[in-house]
């Protein structure tokens, strides 16, 4: 049996942290494959590791001095060394990350070094051969991930050997240019590595234990999912469910291995199974709900615009002219929604709006800021009658305005849009009338 672990920074912050995560390791000799993120939170309100190197090499970039911050994260590590006992000094890499960041070797490369350090510490304290993702995951030089690759050079590189730390977040392109994936990739790192070495499970090991029917910064204890679909979960990572980053289910879909979310700080609990298929009869019929903030939509009306063929895609090559991704689209006879980013729409807002214009000549063009997504999740809902209207009814209860609903043809989720000002009371709507009032 071969399993591959990763630990989320929260499970490395510090040398208390390390121990437990070396007890995990230990107690189950098919845990051979380490991915480690970088150091996480120690409490509420501290800085991760990855945004202090972000902020360090901000300051190198403007050729300021940056070397007490740069001091402030080598501290970080020693308080880690020093707290495991281990006789190991970071000094060469430290003198090599700065002579770096004074060069300017790049945000990526700056970022990356926190996932490298911390493996360097994690192979050391448990014995395992300590594999440089650079060496063995491969980006293409427009910064996308070659998986092809990559798994071809991984697997091979790691045929021979029995126990390895490969750490997480980042790889490289063929010249040796670092590269990440976006923020939370060390997931993406553990899913590679498992496929690559066809491992039977990728245990996920963070600080809480699995997947919860809503984000529990939301809602106080909520229920844990003890089994889930790829595919489920995929809706509710992509909707803000950051326990494990979006992206994470395709390598290890293809090959059919099951994660498993586990809990470092308590790891008896079973925590969450994520799996193709599964009989397992969801306790509710829901399986997850999940929302993001700050999206803005684009209102459209025009007569007759169900007769204008073509008006579609030219409302969305305005979107795509300017590098905007849209989240969806609902539409009406006479209406069409488009609802993307703020973030990303803001700064462009007046060009794409002069583009449809210019494009589709709309009578009415609209726009309406602070919206916030709701994704309603589950494979029960399918065969359950009247989801949408108990979502509406709970929402409606709440005295929650709903701005726009949209559901997927797969009838696996339901998306709603409301205020961003009612979003938590929203999902506490959502969670009672499907959670609360079956317990
Ligand atoms: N539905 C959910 N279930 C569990 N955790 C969630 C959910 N939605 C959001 N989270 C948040 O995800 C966090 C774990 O992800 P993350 O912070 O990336 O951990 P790690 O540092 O271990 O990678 C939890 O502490 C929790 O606040
Ligand atoms: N350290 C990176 C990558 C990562 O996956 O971290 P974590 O496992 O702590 O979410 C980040 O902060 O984005």
Not at 132 to 154: L, Q, W, Y
Request: hydrophobic letters at 40%; proline letters at 3%; glycine letters at 8%.
């Amino acid at each position: 049996m071969k399993k591959v672990v990763k630990f989320g920074g929260s499970s490395l912050a510090s040398a208390e942290q390390f121990t437990k995560v070396k007890d995990i390791i230990c107690s189950d000799i098919d845990r051979r494959y380490v991915v480690p993120s970088a150091p996480g939170k120690r409490f509420s309100g501290d800085t991760k590791v990855t945004d202090m190197l972000y902020t360090c090499y901000a300051a190198a970039e403007q050729d300021e001095d940056f070397s007490d911050k740069l001091a402030k994260i080598q501290a970080r590590y020693n308080e880690i060394i020093n707290g495991l006992g281990l006789t190991l000094s970071l000094d060469t890499q430290f003198e090599e990350i700065a002579s770096k960041f004074a060069a300017k070797a790049g945000k990526e490369y700056a970022a990356s070094r926190g996932e490298y350090l911390n493996g360097i510490i994690m192979a050391n304290y448990l014995g395992y051969e300590f594999v440089d993702a650079a060496e063995v995951i491969r980006f293409n030089h427009d910064g996308s991930f070659n998986a092809a690759v990559t798994n071809k050079i991984m697997s091979k590189r790691l045929e021979k050997v029995e126990r390895a730390v490969i750490p997480g977040f980042f790889g490289a392109e063929e010249d040796g240019t670092i590269r990440t994936f976006s923020r939370g990739g060390s997931d993406i790192t553990g899913s590679i590595v498992a496929r690559a070495v066809n491992a039977n499970l990728y245990e996920n090991w963070t600080d809480v234990s699995g997947c919860m029917v809503a984000d529990p910064r939301i809602i106080r204890n909520p229920e844990p999912i003890t089994t889930i679909t790829y595919k489920e979960l995929r809706e509710l990572s992509y909707m803000g469910a950051s326990v494990l980053h979006e992206d994470a289910i395709f390598p290890v879909r293809q090959a059919g291995i099951p994660i498993n979310i586990k809990n470092t700080n308590s790891p008896e609990d079973r925590g969450t199974m994520i799996v193709e298929k599964t009989c397992h009869v969801p306790k509710y019929t829901i399986t997850g709900i999940a929302g993001k903030k700050d999206f803005v939509a684009i209102n459209i009306e025009k007569d007759m615009m169900n007769a204008e063929i073509g008006f579609g895609r030219k409302v969305l090559e305005a979107f795509e002219k300017y590098g905007i991704s849209f989240e969806h689209m609902p539409s009406g006879v006479d209406t069409m929604t488009v609802i993307v980013h703020q973030s990303e729409f803001e700064e462009k807002e007046q060009k794409v709006l002069t583009e449809i214009k210019h494009l589709v000549h709309p009578d009415v063009l609209d726009l309406e800021p602070d919206i916030a997504l709701i994704a309603i999740v589950g494979r029960g809902m399918r065969e359950a009658r009247g989801t949408a209207g108990r979502i509406f009814s709970a929402l409606a209860h709440a005295k929650v305005n709903v701005k726009m609903i949209d559901q997927g043809s797969s009838e696996i989720n339901i998306i709603v849009g409301v205020k961003n000002s009612e979003f938590e009371t929203a999902i506490k709507a959502i969670y009672d009338i499907f959670v609360v009032s079956q317990l």
